[in-house]
């Protein structure tokens, strides 16, 4: 079973406006920033504005309306900067052997060098 979402996480903070972020885009569903401690040239997080801890707990919980935002708002946040032709990578870290640290979810957009084959 997912753990309960914890109201006081950074990104809900984010999300508030009581913590600062770099944001790039944000709609109805989503609200995308740039990492604060980036691991390429472009490194984008897009998280939903449902309190959701995590992909596993979205894709349950999350109304049709808010996956199709969601999913959506990743692409539109990626074609905005510009990364479609030169490409981009997705990653979702969920659960505990994925070393997820914020317990909102959260989609990494990576971009801006070639990024070689995937992570193992
Ligand atoms: P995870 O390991 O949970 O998939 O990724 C968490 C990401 O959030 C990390 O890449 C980390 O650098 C980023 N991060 C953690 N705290 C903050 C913050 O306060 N602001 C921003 N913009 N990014 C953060």
Known sequence: ATQPYDDGNIFARILRGELPAKRVYEDDFALAF????????????????????????FSA??????IAGFVRAVGQVARAA???EPGYRLLANTGLDSHQEVP??????????PLGPMLA
């Not at 919980?61 to 808010?66: F, L, N, S, T």
């Not at 909102?104 to 060098?113: E, T, Y």
């Open 34 to 57: 740039h990492d604060i401690n980036p691991q390429a040239p472009t490194h984008i997080l897009v998280i939903p504005k449902g309190a959701y801890v995590s992909w596993d707990d």
């Open 61 to 66: 919980r999350a109304g049709d309306a808010e």
């Open 82 to 84: 510009g990364l479609v």
């Open 104 to 113: 909102h979810l959260h989609v990494h957009i990576f971009a801006g060098r």
